[in-house]
């Protein structure tokens, strides 16, 4: 009896060596010649030591681990870190084709739009798309005079309603969101809201609440850490509620634009993508393609609520970096007194002789970025970054704010 006991106590001994073996030789071999990082807990992963200004958390980690770092996030998610002009304009740039993926599983990008849309999809559904939406920005006017004429109307209505605030203290994102929308919306859809309509209001709520969902951490959670925020969330009821009234909105855009389309009459974006798809239908390519009613529909949402926050949500940030250099204000308002007058607003025209102003812009754009930390991407196939094992389906994002305060490129980044 005790012969067996013994035997059987060397067998739950030897079992659990061999066991504990397997799991470290797993663990090491997953981990084999990856980037350098931090350690995190199991399952939880160094996602707790991220904040909620996640881009000066990674820098701190590029000064300690180079940079390519990686860490596991919830979930044990593998997160690949690129910082620094050199290292991300090699990935962006020269080996661009290589990551055009999306990691897999749910996360708050795929959330938005289902997956579907420029911002969500991957490889050469997204090639597509994205080339055909740049290649008919020419025709609804952008880069040329018609737009700017839009743009420049779209400001003097703003210019109006904020001289009768008699100086006032004022919000402004408000009026550049609605200027945004304004511009976008006759982009997309040929029309727009009224300032008071109760739709754009609505709209404006919505796009505000699903914005918020962006800031911080929260881009980390992939799969069933992500579906684990969204069931906790106390705002979850109320962002999912504004991304379906968005889909609403363009939905009825796009039915719209269905009922009284005319091939002879292309005058938006969701004109020509109905024309290119009858001209793939008649010519039986359809099914050969990505141009589906789904992804009209996604890159709908994600051009009209990315474009509405993105840009209204810059035009704030660079207006009140410079509100903060009063010597700067003076030295452009005095160039474009010398150059452009006080008769009319300024010009793409006018750009090439207002240097300071454009230097003052570019410089703004460095300064109070708010394109921080990059979209996810994703490889197809395992590769290496500068010398590192990048197992495919890796998430990979870029520290975009290192490209701002690189001092090879800027020897004082800390000043304006």
Same mark, same amino acid.
């Given at each position: 009896?005790?012969?067996?006991?013994?035997?059987?106590?060397?067998?739950?001994?030897?079992?659990?060596?061999?066991?504990?073996?397997?799991?470290?030789?797993?663990?090491?071999?997953?981990?084999?010649?990856?980037?350098?990082?931090?350690?995190?807990?199991?399952?939880?992963?160094?996602?707790?030591?991220?904040?909620?200004?996640?881009?000066?958390?990674?820098?701190?980690?590029?000064?300690?681990?180079?940079?390519?770092?990686?860490?596991?996030?919830?979930?044990?998610?593998?997160?690949?870190?690129?910082?620094?002009?050199?290292?991300?304009?090699?990935?962006?740039?020269?080996?661009?084709?290589?990551?055009?993926?999306?990691?897999?599983?749910?996360? %708050?990008?795929?959330?938005?739009?289902? *997956?579907? &849309?420029? =911002? $969500?999809? +991957?490889?050469?559904?997204?090639? /597509?798309?994205?080339?055909?939406? %740049?290649?008919?920005?020419?025709?609804? *006017?952008? &880069?040329? =005079? $018609?737009? +700017?004429?839009?743009?420049?109307? /779209?400001?003097?209505?703003?210019?109006?309603?904020?001289?009768?605030?008699? *100086?006032?203290?004022?919000?402004?994102?408000?009026?550049?969101?609605?200027?945004?929308?304004?511009?976008?919306?006759?982009?997309?859809?040929?029309?727009?809201?009224?300032?008071?309509?109760?739709?754009?209001?609505?709209?404006?709520?919505?796009?505000?609440?699903?914005?918020?969902?962006?800031?911080?951490?929260?881009?980390?959670?992939?799969?069933?850490?992500?579906?684990?925020?969204?069931?906790?969330?106390?705002?979850?009821?109320?962002?999912?509620?504004?991304?379906?009234?968005?889909?609403?909105?363009?939905?009825?855009?796009?039915?719209?634009?269905?009922?009284?389309?005319?091939?002879?009459?292309?005058?938006?974006?969701?004109?020509?993508?109905?024309?290119?798809?009858?001209?793939?239908?008649?010519?039986?390519?359809?099914?050969?393609?990505?141009?589906?009613?789904?992804?009209?529909?996604?890159?709908?949402?994600?051009?009209?609520?990315?474009?509405?926050?993105?840009?209204?949500?810059?035009?704030?940030?660079?207006?009140?970096?410079?509100?903060?250099?009063?010597?700067?204000?003076?030295?452009?308002?005095?160039?474009?007194?010398?150059?452009?007058?006080?008769?009319?607003?300024?010009?793409?025209?006018?750009?090439?002789?207002?240097?300071?102003?454009?230097?003052?812009?570019?410089?703004?754009?460095?300064?109070?970025?708010?394109?921080?930390?990059?979209?996810?991407?994703?490889?197809?196939?395992?590769?290496?970054?500068?010398?590192?094992?990048?197992?495919?389906?890796?998430?990979?994002?870029?520290?975009?704010?290192?490209?701002?305060?690189?001092?090879?490129?800027?020897?004082?980044?800390?000043?304006?």
């Amino acid at each position: 009896m005790a012969f067996e006991q013994l035997k059987f106590e060397s067998f739950l001994t030897t079992a659990a060596v061999l066991i504990l073996t397997g799991l470290l030789f797993f663990i090491w071999n997953k981990n084999r010649r990856l980037p350098p990082g931090p350690w995190g807990l199991p399952f939880i992963g160094y996602y707790p030591h991220i904040s909620n200004q996640p881009y000066k958390d990674l820098y701190k980690l590029s000064k300690k681990y180079g940079n390519v770092i990686s860490f596991r996030t919830l979930g044990g998610n593998l997160v690949i870190v690129l910082n620094g002009t050199k290292t991300i304009k090699e990935i962006f740039v020269n080996r661009a084709d290589e990551f055009i993926g999306r990691p897999h599983g749910n996360n %708050l990008v795929i959330w938005v739009s289902e *997956g579907l &849309g420029i =911002a $969500q999809e +991957e490889g050469a559904p997204w090639k /597509e798309q994205r080339r055909f939406f %740049l290649h008919n920005l020419k025709n609804f *006017g952008v &880069g040329k =005079a $018609q737009i +700017e004429t839009l743009v420049i109307d /779209e400001i003097q209505i703003m210019l109006q309603d904020l001289r009768k605030t008699d *100086g006032k203290p004022i919000e402004l994102l408000p009026h550049l969101a609605y200027l945004a929308h304004s511009v976008i919306s006759e982009v997309l859809f040929s029309q727009k809201f009224e300032k008071n309509d109760p739709k754009w209001l609505a709209i404006r709520q919505a796009t505000h609440s699903m914005a918020e969902v962006f800031a911080g951490n929260k881009f980390l959670l992939v799969g069933w850490a992500f579906e684990l925020y969204m069931a906790i969330s106390p705002k979850t009821r109320e962002v999912t509620k504004a991304r379906d009234f968005i889909w609403k909105t363009t939905n009825t855009f796009i039915e719209e634009h269905i009922r009284s389309f005319d091939p002879s009459n292309v005058g938006d974006y969701i004109d020509v993508y109905l024309y290119k798809r009858n001209e793939l239908l008649k010519s039986g390519k359809l099914n050969e393609t990505s141009f589906s009613m789904e992804r009209l529909q996604g890159n709908c949402l994600n051009i009209f609520f990315e474009g509405i926050e993105s840009v209204s949500i810059a035009a704030t940030g660079l207006l009140t970096e410079l509100s903060k250099h009063l010597d700067v204000q003076r030295k452009v308002q005095k160039e474009m007194d010398n150059i452009v007058g006080r008769d009319r607003l300024p010009s793409w025209t006018d750009r090439q002789n207002l240097p300071y102003l454009d230097a003052t812009m570019y410089e703004l754009y460095r300064v109070a970025s708010p394109f921080l930390i990059s979209t996810q991407l994703s490889n197809f196939e395992e590769t290496t970054i500068e010398g590192y094992r990048i197992p495919r389906r890796s998430s990979i994002i870029a520290n975009f704010w290192t490209l701002n305060i690189d001092p090879v490129i800027y020897p004082e980044p800390e000043k304006f």
